[in-house]
């Protein structure tokens, strides 16, 4: 099997970062050797799973000492970031693998959710702090749709995949996807509103998208693929938040789910999405569906 690999691409520039990052790559990857694919006892699994949650605490102190030391204008906000996973994401995760005594589908989902986060966090975040992406943001019009969909979707999954994706225009259920997938994201927001993100994605595609990602050949979807889409969205979510001046945890993730194509055409025919994106990757396509709505008119299933 191949390696969850560190790339050339998801360098910042500055060393103690990018060596902080190659090691958490590393760590993940041999979890996943251990525990995944060859079975070994799961006292190594616990150990693997104990250094990763101490090394990235470290590297987050590091990181924000770093950026304080620089004066970083983003600083509070990228902090805000880094306390959710160090007081959300990461402690659940642990209270999960010891719940489910640390069963293959709870560590696959911590190897998702860790890649993902790191993967979106290092392209959309960290590459902020040098001061990557200023250009592109003080040209950006934010009263373009055009510019917005470029900077929060279009350039952040080109770092990420490595591929190019072009931005068509308008999805409608009438464009064809071969082998179409259905993935809804729902987030809750303040004030009662609801966001709905729906990925369109053929299968292939798809595991063509994480095998770029990982490095890995994924043949059928499985927690890894899924816990990574939803940290990947969530970074991005975060990200247009913070463009749009908001704080970066307005919009919170409840639940991601597989919808079948009954289900998203009824909600399509129901209740049209505000935004519906079509994108080609090659000669492949993938849509984004997105909603705003009052709480109400968004139930979670």
């Known amino acids: 099997m191949q390696q969850i ?3 050339d691409r998801f360098s910042i520039g500055v060393e103690m970062i990018d ?3 190659r090691r958490l790559f590393s760590i993940v990857q ?3 050797d251990l525990y995944v694919e060859r079975h ?3 006292f190594a699994c616990v150990e693997g799973i104990k250094y990763f949650k101490a090394y990235a605490l470290q590297h987050f102190a590091e990181e924000e000492a770093y950026m304080r030391k620089i004066g970083y204008s983003g600083y509070l906000a990228h902090k805000k970031i880094h306390d959710k996973m160090r007081y959300e994401t990461l402690p659940e995760l642990e209270r999960l693998l010891y719940a489910s005594d640390f069963s293959t589908e709870m560590v696959q989902r911590f190897i998702g959710v860790c890649t993902g986060w790191l993967t979106g966090h290092i392209i959309i975040e960290d590459r902020a702090i040098t001061g990557e992406d200023i250009s592109e943001l003080a040209s950006m019009r934010l009263d373009s749709e055009l510019s917005v969909i470029q900077s929060v979707i279009v350039s952040p999954l080109q770092e990420i995949l490595g591929c190019h994706i072009q931005y068509v225009g308008r999805f409608s259920t009438k464009d064809d996807i071969l082998n179409e997938q259905y993935y809804e994201l729902a987030y809750s927001a303040q004030e009662g509103a609801r966001l709905r993100v729906i990925l369109v994605i053929g299968q292939q595609l798809l595991l063509r998208a994480a095998g770029l990602m990982f490095g890995i050949d994924f043949y059928e979807e499985n927690d890894i693929v899924c816990f990574a889409i ?5 970074n991005l979510m975060q990200r247009a938040a913070v463009d749009f001046g908001k704080q970066p945890d307005e919009f919170r993730l409840e639940q991601g789910r597989f919808l079948e194509h009954e289900e998203f055409n ?11 994106l079509l994108f080609h990757v090659g000669q492949e396509s ?6 705003q709505a009052p709480n109400s008119a968004l139930p979670v299933s």
């Open 40 to 42: 070994e006892n799961k």
């Open 19 to 21: 060596h902080a990052h």
């Open 230 to 234: 939803q940290e990947i969205a969530q």
């Open 266 to 276: 009824q909600i399509f025919k129901e209740q049209p999405p505000q935004y519906s």
């Open 5 to 7: 690999q560190w790339r």
């Open 286 to 291: 993938f849509a984004l569906c997105i909603d």
């Open 30 to 32: 041999k979890i996943m």
